[in-house]
T-cell receptor, first 114, second 113 residues
Framework: DGGITQSPKYLFRKEGQNVTLSCEQNLNHDAMYWYRQDPGQGLRLIYYSQIVNDFQKGDIAEGYSVSREKKESFPLTVTSAQKNPTAFYLC?????????????FGPGTRLTVL | DQQVKQNSPSLSVQEGRISILNCDYTNSMFDYFLWYKKYPAEGPTFLISISSIKDKNEDGRFTVFLNKSAKHLSLHIVPSQPGDSAVYFCAAIMAAGANNLFFGTGTRLTVIP
């Protein structure tokens, strides 16, 4: 089945540690996105990527880093510089970036910093 | 600055009745709108969309209405079912040079059996 997978579902991290969230898609989509959701707020864009080896900052990129070495993979690293990393992280993909192609979301990763 | 707003954080409706979820936006450059449904601890799932050149789009029990002059759209669910209970997000996108969805803060719908 085609879709987007994120792992792990739940992740715990100690303060001061970096952690990487996985996102894989087998939809052959060009564009991929990372969002975070906080209680009572909509989804906010962290980073997005149009093609392999290219990515752009979203609205709240500080404290995060990404890579896009393969079309199907877009991992997100939450660094120790991120002031408030506890949140629900969602990865999405769409066929083409910069269009109205629907974005499809993965199941999400809940990160808790202890 | 929140460009897409959902002013009702929650809505309760009896099963079988109509649910109406509202969304307002401020940016006249948006030309495509989407509704997503989200269950707790899951990713949003696409529900229905509408282009700005239309004022209505229907898909089964779900209808989205767009009023461009008022910068307002609404999602109608009829008849409402208990399985519709979820958080609904409105989102908007600009086609030209667009790169991301602008999301509202969501409305939690509870359908009472």
């Amino acid at each position: 089945d085609g879709g987007i997978t994120q792992s792990p579902k739940y992740l715990f991290r100690k303060e001061g540690q970096n952690v990487t969230l996985s996102c894989e898609q087998n939809l052959n989509h060009d564009a991929m996105y990372w969002y975070r959701q906080d209680p009572g707020q909509g989804l906010r864009l962290i980073y997005y990527s149009q093609i392999v080896n290219d990515f752009q900052k979203g609205d709240i990129a500080e404290g995060y880093s990404v890579s896009r070495e393969k079309k199907e993979s877009f991992p997100l690293t939450v660094t120790s510089a991120q002031k408030n990393p506890t949140a629900f992280y969602l990865c999405a993909s769409s066929a083409r970036q910069g269009t109205t192609d629907t974005q499809y979301f993965g199941p999400g990763t809940r990160l808790t910093v202890l | 600055d929140q460009q897409v707003k959902q002013n009702s954080p929650s809505l309760s409706v009896q099963e079988g009745r109509i649910s109406i979820l509202n969304c307002d936006y401020t940016n006249s450059m948006f030309d495509y709108f989407l509704w997503y449904k989200k269950y707790p601890a899951e990713g949003p799932t696409f529900l229905i969309s509408i282009s700005s050149i239309k004022d209505k789009n229907e898909d089964g029990r779900f209808t989205v209405f767009l009023n461009k002059s008022a910068k307002h759209l609404s999602l109608h669910i009829v008849p409402s079912q208990p399985g519709d209970s979820a958080v609904y997000f409105c989102a908007a996108i600009m086609a030209a040079g667009a790169n991301n969805l602008f999301f509202g803060t969501g409305t939690r719908l509870t359908v009472i059996p």
